[in-house]
């Protein structure tokens, strides 16, 4: 058996570190089995996966406010809700918390914070139940998703850094290996790729199956340059982090990089296929996947056959074009958009993009008029091949890009988008740029030049 199978009870929890508010051992068991799921990025089939553990959590005691807490939380950073609805229907979930429990205060006041669009408020307060309460796994990931949502690189590190030494140093609990792939992760994103590399495999040697242990093996492969690597050690894991299915997609979308970087677009083409044929039902993550992948297969010249049939794919879109909750998710929604969408259906996804974020006063409105427009307004001027104004709108924001969240991985498209655009632009500068462009991506990656970059770098000297 993989995963764990047996579940703390309201005293384990409480001698851990965990000041659940309830006298029930059922209600303590299922949340302890949920937050493992939650954090191991896998539904357990024997309990019904993290959605029935979610319902029974809740109805087993329903005056337990950290459960309350807890699916909240989910909820909101599934970000699959309209940002329209999403204050009052987190405040309709949270219900009555008033409570002289510090702990349930903080944890209610950092998710109505996320709901208005406050994520750095939120992280804070987060931030400060980790002083007090620095085993509190959900804490520990809620910030963490946060985090990546706006881009802080230097926090997805610090923030497991600061208490990892504490979980070291004390009896052991369960979830602890999982603090060590966070961190490969936050070290990875943050250029330290051999101390990433070698967290990992700490996370892996305690636990094989730790699926986000080998998602930040896979990140740190990829910005090493080490492509042939990666997807030797992606076929060696496989029967280990396959059994994680919520995240066995996105790993799947790394092996289709690392094929893409090397030229294989037929082979990302099928791993795409594969992903769209997902029998579970999607989840925001399987989206960016799909579509970010779709974008990257038009960049290097593969126009994939299946898109328009994948039904699956289109009413997810359909039911999201007006969420706005991130901007990392509607700039996924744009990449296909024209794919799937009538003009009319269009034009109202950016009538209420602008509507959500032009006078915003929370985070992501900060970020949509610094950052997010301007990269709006380079996807119109590609898909009309006007190269030389999307280096021009590009390149002057880019490092700045990070502000919309997600990886390094997956911002990467962005910097493909300015070198593709840099090479085809009829401005000779913009050609010099992409030189220069292909050389810091090439040494940023371990001095490695990708068939995907020699192929850009040969479309210049054939000009």
Not at 122 to 135: C, G, K, N
Not at 293 to 300: E, G, M, P, T
Not at 355 to 378: C, E, L, M, N, P
Request: with cysteine; glycine share 4%; proline share 2%.
């Amino acid at each position: 058996m993989p995963f764990r199978d047996q579940w703390r009870d309201v005293k384990c929890l409480h001698n851990d570190g965990i000041p659940i508010d309830t006298t029930s051992n059922e209600t303590a068991k299922l949340f302890d089995a949920a937050i493992t799921q939650y954090t191991g990025w896998y539904n357990d089939k024997q309990l019904g996966g993290i959605e029935s553990c979610i319902s029974r959590l809740l109805s087993s005691d329903p005056t337990c406010i950290t459960s309350r807490i807890f699916a909240t939380g989910l909820n909101l950073l599934g970000t699959t809700f309209p940002s329209s609805s999403l204050h009052s229907k987190t405040l309709e979930s949270l219900g009555d918390t008033i409570s002289s429990n510090k702990y349930i205060n903080l944890h209610s006041q950092a998710l109505i914070q996320w709901s208005l669009g406050q994520f750095e408020k939120a992280t804070d307060i987060w931030e400060q139940i980790l002083v007090l309460y620095p085993f509190d796994m959900m804490a520990i990931r809620f910030v963490a998703d946060t985090y990546f949502y706006i881009g802080n690189r230097d926090m997805l590190r610090d923030s497991v850094a600061r208490i990892l030494p504490i979980w070291e140093t004390s009896s052991d609990r369960p979830l602890k290996s999982y603090l060590y792939g966070m961190y490969a992760f936050g070290l990875g994103e943050t250029n330290m790729i051999e101390r990433a590399e070698k967290e990992a495999r700490h996370g892996l040697e305690l636990n094989p199956h730790d699926a986000w242990a080998t998602h930040a093996m896979t990140h740190a492969i990829e910005y090493a340059g080490d492509t042939s690597k990666g997807i030797d050690f992606l076929k060696r894991t496989n029967q280990n982090w396959e059994t994680c299915d919520i995240i066995k997609p996105h790993i799947d979308w790394h092996w289709a990089l690392y094929e893409l970087e090397q030229g294989n677009r037929e082979i990302s083409e099928d791993i795409l296929n594969r992903i769209l044929n997902k029998d579970n039902e999607m989840i925001m993550l399987d989206f960016h996947d799909m579509a970010s992948l779709i974008y990257r297969l038009k960049l290097a010249g593969k126009e994939t056959s299946t898109i328009n049939s994948s039904t699956r794919l289109k009413k997810f879109l359909n039911d999201h074009l007006h969420d706005h909750t991130v901007i990392f998710n509607d700039l996924h929604i744009y990449f296909i958009l024209d794919d799937y969408a009538e003009a009319e259906d269009r034009n109202n996804f950016i009538r209420t993009l602008k509507d959500a974020y032009d006078t915003s006063d929370s985070d992501k409105g900060h970020v949509y008029r610094q950052v997010g427009k301007y990269i709006f307004q380079a996807l119109d001027q590609f898909k009309e091949k006007n190269y030389s104004n999307v280096v021009e709108i590009l390149y002057p924001i880019r490092n700045k890009i990070y502000q919309v969240g997600g990886s390094n991985a997956q911002r990467d498209l962005f910097n493909l988008l300015l070198i593709h655009s840099a090479v085809y632009s009829n401005n000779h500068q913009h050609q010099k740029l992409a030189k220069r462009l292909i050389n810091e991506r090439c040494l940023l990656r371990n001095k490695t030049k990708s068939k995907l970059m020699e192929n850009y770098a040969n479309a210049i000297l054939n000009d």
